[in-house]
């Protein structure tokens, strides 16, 4: 019998839970909501035990579809990178804090004042922006403003962190996904600067590689879910490098592109690049890193597109959008509808259409909130590639985004690289399994899992015509920012609690 991996992936807004054999072929795969609560503007919160409730829903639907709990042979976690506080029982001291968050404003504006490029290398190994998407900013927001919330707070915490502790019982983290708070080389937290954040270095859960064993399946977990007891749990990733380990980052000449509530998109480098402005650069395993970016509106634009526009689902979107066909004079869409990270890191950047005329209609608008986000991907990638010394020869997409194939199209022919498709666009999930398997000792390397387990699906080529029309609009695209700036109006307030 092939041995089977479970792979659980917390989305910002879905939760997707599957079963991957050893070869990556997917036996079943379920999805559940999870809310997203904005009680503020700039602010946005999930309740952890929310996360573990639409796991267990997901299970069960998994389980009807004929797997069986005594089959699963170990467990990988992946989840958004979102910040959450535990108290000394492992429950939520208050509410997580996501990635779309956008409250701590004055504490990014504090730790960017206090430490300059050449501190932050030191401290993180890194060159981390200080915005408030980052957990440092969220962590001192919570620690310097809630001294109720503060005084219980035991573990500083992600997302997937809490599902693998209600699994295996084990508090325990990444350099990744601890990114700001812990030296990327070390895991380590300088006693100084975690200070000014409020914590200490003990707040910091244990430190591992991936695809370690963060402990064991309990017997609270199996009368939860039917695993066995002792069945190993890996340590996982943030949903990012889970993406992007099973979107063909080992794939020769590669970029990649998880296609998802937002956009990754980056490559892999064996060398360190000299600069990375903007983007991220961190290490990947032990020989590479990854230069990457992180926007903050992808498939989330084309949600805000869809109801904006009056319309009832994606597919009618899609099907407006279909009937236009590429053209200087169509309006441009920038998706800074929740300010933007990569390469702006700007929590307070808005979003536009332009170059409105009266001739456009719905049709117009639809095509272009799928452009906007595509000029957000060749910018990430243009800058990726010039940063990691690279030129990618194609650029492999998975995520949601990857099932529209006009949209795939539209990807090829603004990047003008051929835009290969992976065959399973779960791609969270499925980079989880591939963890479990390396943890479980099915593969030797992450390397050997992603040549084992990822298989790819169709490929779209660029239309160059299109393509030369798409560069002119592109550098409007990128010139947007800095002309719009100075007419945002700030919708945050960061002295209020």
């Given at each position: 019998m092939p041995k089977l991996f479970l792979g659980i992936d917390i989305g910002t807004t879905a939760t997707k839970v599957g079963v991957f054999g050893s070869d990556g072929k997917r036996l079943a795969l379920a999805s559940a909501g999870c809310p997203v609560r904005r009680e503020h503007p700039g602010w946005a919160e999930q309740d952890p035990e929310d996360w573990w409730r639409s796991f267990l829903a997901c299970w069960e639907d998994v389980r009807a579809d004929g797997i069986a709990p005594g089959d699963i042979n170990a467990v990988g976690v992946s989840g958004h990178f979102s910040t959450v506080f535990l108290d000394a029982e492992g429950k939520p001291a208050r509410p997580a804090i996501t990635w779309q968050d956008a409250r701590a404003v004055d504490e990014a504006e504090y730790l960017t004042q206090k430490y300059d490029e050449t501190a932050t290398q030191s401290l993180a190994g890194a060159r981390v922006p200080f915005a408030p998407s980052m957990p440092a900013c969220k962590v001192r927001w919570v620690m310097t403003r809630q001294p109720e919330v503060a005084a219980r707070v035991r573990w500083i915490a992600q997302t997937k962190d809490y599902i693998a502790l209600q699994l295996c019982g084990e508090v325990c983290s990444d350099v990744q996904s601890m990114l700001g708070l812990v030296h990327v080389g070390t895991g380590v937290a300088d006693p100084d600067y975690a200070a000014d954040l409020g914590i200490r270095p003990s707040h910091i859960?244990?430190?591992?590689?991936?695809?370690?064993?963060?402990?064991?399946?309990?017997?609270?977990?199996?009368?939860?879910?039917?695993?066995?007891?002792?069945?190993?749990?890996?340590?996982?990733?943030?949903?990012?490098?889970?993406?992007?380990?099973?979107?063909?980052?080992?794939?020769?000449?590669?970029?990649?592109?998880?296609?998802?509530?937002?956009?990754?998109?980056?490559?892999?480098?064996?060398?360190?690049?000299?600069?990375?402005?903007?983007?991220?650069?961190?290490?990947?395993?032990?020989?590479?890193?990854?230069?990457?970016?992180?926007?903050?509106?992808?498939?989330?634009?084309?949600?805000?597109a869809k109801e904006t526009l009056g319309l009832s689902s994606f597919d009618e979107l899609l099907g407006l959008a279909s009937t236009v066909e590429t053209d200087a004079s169509n309006p441009m869409f920038i998706p800074y509808l929740d300010g933007e990270r990569s390469p702006i890191w700007d929590a307070d950047a808005t979003g536009s259409w332009i170059n409105l005329r009266r001739n456009h209609g719905r049709n117009h608008l639809a095509h272009a909130a799928l452009e906007g986000v595509a000029y957000g991907v060749s910018q990430l990638v243009t800058l990726a590639g010039l940063y990691g010394s690279v030129c990618p020869s194609e650029l492999v997409v998975s995520g949601g985004g990857a099932r529209s194939d006009l949209w795939s199209q539209i990807r090829a022919d603004v990047t003008g690289l051929p835009v290969q498709v992976v065959d399973e666009v779960e791609t969270g999930a499925l980079g989880a399994a591939m963890l479990a398997a390396v943890a479980y000792g099915e593969y030797e390397s992450m390397a050997d899992a992603a040549e084992a387990m990822t298989r790819t699906g169709k490929r779209f080529q660029p239309d160059m015509n299109a393509h030369r029309l798409h560069r002119a609009r592109q550098q409007r695209y990128d010139m947007a920012y800095d002309a719009m700036r100075v007419l945002k109006v700030s919708v945050y307030e960061p002295d209020r609690e």
């Open positions: 859960p244990r430190i591992a590689p991936p695809f370690r064993n963060a402990g064991y399946v309990t017997h609270e977990a199996y009368e939860a879910t039917g695993l066995r007891i002792g069945v190993p749990v890996s340590l996982g990733w943030v949903d990012a490098f889970c993406s992007m380990l099973a979107t063909g980052v080992y794939r020769p000449g590669a970029a990649f592109d998880y296609a998802g509530t937002s956009e990754i998109v980056g490559v892999r480098v064996t060398t360190e690049p000299r600069r990375h402005d903007g983007l991220l650069a961190l290490p990947f395993d032990r020989k590479s890193s990854v230069v990457y970016g992180l926007t903050n509106c992808g498939a989330d634009a084309l949600a805000w």
